[in-house]
Each structure stands twice: as structure tokens, then as C-alpha cells.
């Protein structure tokens, strides 16, 4: 376990499919961060059929990102909660300039800022293999890969009966994301290695050591 003695804000920054949500749920039981994934959060909100999930599908179906206005005030909510005030692991947020700057005045008024910023680095040949194996446990929610992390046939809940492809994860989806990103959450590895608070992993190796490079990263900026 990590010592920590002071509160710690650390991003997850990668391409889609770049193990940025198998890492997490590893990292934030190991550091006790709390799990932060705005993807999580708006697939949820469908769940739900709340106004915000329905908006979110229009656009998460076509692999585009959802409006800046709307993801920033969700996020902002979210870690104005009790829980997020001993620190978080963000996945998946933020995808944009305008929504890191927005995070980074959120923290700044509060006088915190992010610790670190991990790029996990893939590449797109193995991004296409990841997302189009990816499945998940309808009872759950725990990601698996049909071939690299199959699922669990003695379990009564994540084995392959259970399991659901996410509507995005589909071919015609998948090349529109990883455009996406180019255009617009890439620009945030310069925006990250500028403020000096950029480290990069090698996220072509089997998880445990990824997780294994991303834990030296956050120990060696925790205080
Ligand atoms: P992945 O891990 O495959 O990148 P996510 O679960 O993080 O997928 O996101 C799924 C979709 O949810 C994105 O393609 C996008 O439509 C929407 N989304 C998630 N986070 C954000 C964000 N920070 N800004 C805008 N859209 C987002
Ligand atoms: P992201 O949250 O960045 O979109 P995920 O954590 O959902 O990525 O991982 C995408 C897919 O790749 C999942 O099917 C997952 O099981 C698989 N995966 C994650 N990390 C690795 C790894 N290091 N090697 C092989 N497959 C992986």
C-alpha cells in the first residue's frame, strides 16, 4: 500500500482500450484513491434513464464525446463529494484541453492539483485487438477479453453466459474513437508534460506489470 499523508488526484490518460479501466480498479484497491471513470458514470446514468444517460448515448453510440458543458459539471459534482476528498483516480476524464483546464481550477480553488498524470502507452495495432475482445459481466460490471483475460467459467456470475459486448466496442465505432482521441485527448499528453506532470508506462505487458510500473509512478511523487 502506498503512504500517503496528503490528498492525491492522479489521472489514467490512454487511448481507448488502453487498459485504463482494468489498471484502475487494481490501483484504487492498492492505493484506496477512489475510482473515478466518467464512462462509468454516464453508462450508469443510462442505466438509470436519467435526461443526462439518454443526451450521453446519442453520443457515446457514434464514438464521439460528449459535450464538454455537460461531462465537466458532472465531474465537478462528483469529486465535490465527502469521498473523493481523500483523493481519486480518474479514467477516461479528462478527454479534452477545455476539460482539463477545468479540473485544474476545481483543484487549484480548493489548493490541491493533480499529483501525476499517467499516460498508459499502446499501440493502435493492439488497441483494435483489446476493444474488439473486450466483454463485460452483465451482473457485475467486470471487464474480461474473450482471448487475454477470458471469462471465469467456475464463476455462477462472470462466466461467458453472463457476459455483454458494449455497443461501442463494435468495428464500425471503434476507428471513429481512436480518431477521436488523436484529435482531441491526445493534445493532453503536451498539456501534461509541460506542467511536469506527465509519466509514461509500457502498456504492452501483461497487466500485473503494468500495474507494477504504474504504482512506481505514483510512489514516486506521493509524499
Ligand atoms: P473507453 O474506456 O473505451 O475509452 P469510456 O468508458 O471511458 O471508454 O468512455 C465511453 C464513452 O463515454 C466515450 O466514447 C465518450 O462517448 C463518453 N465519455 C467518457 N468519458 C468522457 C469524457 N471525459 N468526455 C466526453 N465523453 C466521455
Ligand atoms: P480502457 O479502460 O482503457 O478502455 P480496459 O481496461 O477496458 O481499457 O481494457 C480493454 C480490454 O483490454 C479489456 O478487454 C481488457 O480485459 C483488456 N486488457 C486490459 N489490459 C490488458 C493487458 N495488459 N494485456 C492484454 N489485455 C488487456
Known amino acids: ?5 496528503a490528498t ?3 489521472i489514467l490518460l490512454g487511448p481507448p482500450g488502453a487498459g485504463k479501466g482494468t489498471q484502475a480498479v487494481q490501483t484504487a484497491a492498492a492505493t484506496g484513491l477512489l475510482h473515478l471513470s466518467t464512462g462509468d458514470m454516464f453508462r450508469e446514468h443510462l442505466r438509470n434513464g436519467t435526461d443526462l444517460g439518454n443526451l450521453a448515448k446519442t453520443y457515446m453510440d457514434r464514438g464521439e464525446l460528449v459535450p464538454d458543458d455537460v ?3 458532472m465531474l465537478l459534482e462528483r469529486i465535490g463529494r465527502t469521498d473523493a476528498q481523500a483523493g481519486c483516480l480518474f479514467d477516461g476524464f479528462p478527454r479534452t484541453v477545455e476539460q482539463a483546464r477545468a479540473l485544474d481550477e476545481a483543484l487549484s480553488a480548493q489548493n490541491d492539483e493533480i499529483a501525476v498524470t499517467v499516460l498508459i ?3 493502435n495495432e493492439e488497441i483494435t485487438r483489446r476493444l474488439g475482445g ?3 459481466c452483465a451482473a457485475c460490471g467486470s471487464v474480461f477479453h474473450n482471448i487475454f ?9 462472470c462466466d461467458t453466459v453472463n457476459m455483454i459486448q458494449r455497443d461501442d466496442d463494435k468495428p464500425e465505432a ?3 474513437r481512436l480518431q477521436v482521441y ?8 503536451a498539456y501534461y508534460r509541460d506542467a511536469g506532470k506527465l509519466s509514461t508506462v509500457n502498456g504492452e505487458q501483461p497487466p500485473a506489470a503494468v500495474g507494477a510500473e504504474l504504482l512506481a509512478a505514483l510512489e514516486a511523487v506521493s509524499g
Open 1 to 5: 500500500m502506498i503512504q500517503r499523508d
Open 8 to 10: 492525491m488526484y492522479v
Open 71 to 73: 461531462t465537466i459539471r
Open 121 to 123: 502507452d499502446v499501440s
Open 134 to 136: 473486450r466483454v463485460s
Open 149 to 157: 483475460n477470458p471469462p471465469d467459467e467456475s464463476s455462477p456470475c
Open 174 to 176: 471503434i476507428a471513429n
Open 182 to 189: 488523436a484529435d482531441q485527448t491526445e493534445p493532453l499528453v
